[in-house]
């Protein structure tokens, strides 16, 4: 079946760093590619996603590339501080976008001061 | 502010219990999910909705049913509760306005099955 593969599973950095995190997604009809945050005791939040037809997105800090070929997506976040510590999560469209997500296990963000 | 609400916080139950697990939103959202959350396993999907009375089977449906009987209202139903469905659930809600694909969440219920 569909799957999403996201490494590492848990990143530690040093603020003021990057931190980039992988995911590779198996269904080629998947078109949209969202990256969501969860905080300690709160559900996944959107923080950024790419459709399709775009290789690269950006938005202040965070950014997202896509290599529809390869298969691969990645979140980049830079100059990292205390506050993105928090699980991420990829996840591809079941196919067309607009239908269910497919999402990888989640990668533990820590940023240290 | 958009809003997605569960209708618990924690919930203990014992095995062979029926549980409701209720959700809720108020974006007037034609499409509604529930996800189970794992360590080490990330968000799967249970089951989704579409539309009022209308449900498909996400990857992991076996041991749970959903009702849809309103638009704003999704609801997990475990009929025999069993110890390894102790998790924690997530409710979401989206549109299908074109270009809006965001997926709200909703806090989430834990949910522990002694």
Known sequence: GENVEQHPSTLSVQEGDSAVIKCTYSDSASNYFPWYKQELGKGPQLIIDIRSNVGEKKDQRIAVTLNKTAKHFSLHITETQPEDSAVYFCAASKGQAGTALIFGKGTTLSVSS | ?114
């Not at chain 2, 539309?51 to 009929?79: Q, T």
Request: net charge neutral; with cysteine.
């Open chain 2, 1 to 114: 502010d958009v809003k997605v609400t569960q209708s618990s916080r924690y919930l203990v139950k014992r095995t062979g219990e029926k549980v409701f697990l209720e959700c809720v939103q108020d974006m007037d959202h034609e499409n509604m999910f529930w996800y189970r959350q794992d360590p080490g396993l990330g968000l799967r999907l249970i089951y989704f909705s579409y539309d009022v009375k209308m449900k498909e089977k996400g990857d992991i449906p076996e041991g749970y049913s959903v009702s849809r009987e309103k638009k704003e209202r999704f609801s997990l139903i475990l009929e025999s509760a069993s110890t390894n469905q102790t998790s924690m659930y997530l409710c979401a809600s989206s549109s299908t306005g074109f270009g809006s694909y965001e997926q709200y969440f909703g806090p989430g219920t834990r949910l522990t099955v002694t």
